[in-house]
């Protein structure tokens, strides 16, 4: 017998009608919308502890360097050299910005030294050298309790390795050191010789560029160190 026109269809039993499958499919995208927002949500708290973490970090490496007028503002400086670099060497933003945070706290270490060690007025002798070579090594264990700055971590560790093998703390040569830490080695470098020491007054630009150049191949990765005087060749003499 023919279905009468306009007469609902009659759903099976065990099946949904197409308003409860509408119904469903609703539900179903509204509490899909609702856990990207809670995802969006941790995602940014997430972001938010790992800024207030690095502030932490930061404020505690700029109280270190603010007792000791030798070096106030190197951090800073470094950090900024190395933002600079990074991205001339084909870096990506997220490694520029682990490169140029490392470099604002390549020396945190520095905080389990000694101040008699870090505020004397002339070279150290060798026990005094053995504690301060140990910096970068207490720096990286500070910063390697958070896991989002595990790569920092290791910028820090051998930020004093040298391309010859001749550094610290554990004689790295050539490639072996991270990318990242071999551009704040040369930040660093660079920086320290244009500020006054107690042991010695700070070198002009141009002797410290010499100096980079010299050392280029050397101890201090060559094609950083092009990189480098490429930015800092108009920049002006602080001494």
Known sequence: MAARVGQPRTVPA?????????VAYRRLNAAYQQTLRYAED????????????YQSLLGLANALEAKD??????????????????????LGSD?????????????????????????KQGPLDA???????????IGAQIVAAFEFFKRGAEVIRHHHERCDGTGY????????????????AVADVYDALTSDRPYRAALSHRAAVEYLIEQGGRTLDK????????????????S
């Not at 940014?44 to 207030?52: E, K, N, P, S, V």
């Not at 900024?80 to 001339?88: D, F, L, Q, T, Y």
């Open 223 to 238: 094609e950083i160190v092009a990189a480098f005087i490429g930015l800092v060749r108009d920049a002006p003499s602080r």
């Open 69 to 90: 007028p030798y070096t106030r503002g190197h951090s800073e400086r470094v950090g900024a050299w190395s933002r600079r670099v990074a991205p001339a060497l084909g």
């Open 42 to 53: 941790v995602r940014r708290l997430y972001q938010q502890l790992q800024r207030a973490i």
């Open 127 to 137: 026990d005094e050298w053995a504690l301060m070579r140990r910096h970068p090594i």
């Open 95 to 119: 490694e520029i910005e682990t490169v140029a945070q490392a470099g604002l706290l390549h020396d945190i270490g520095k905080i389990g030294v000694p101040e008699t060690v870090i505020r």
């Open 169 to 184: 703390p554990d004689g790295l040569a050539g490639d072996a050191i991270p990318l990242g830490a071999r551009i704040v």
């Open 14 to 22: 065990g099946e949904e009608s197409p308003d409860e499958l509408a």
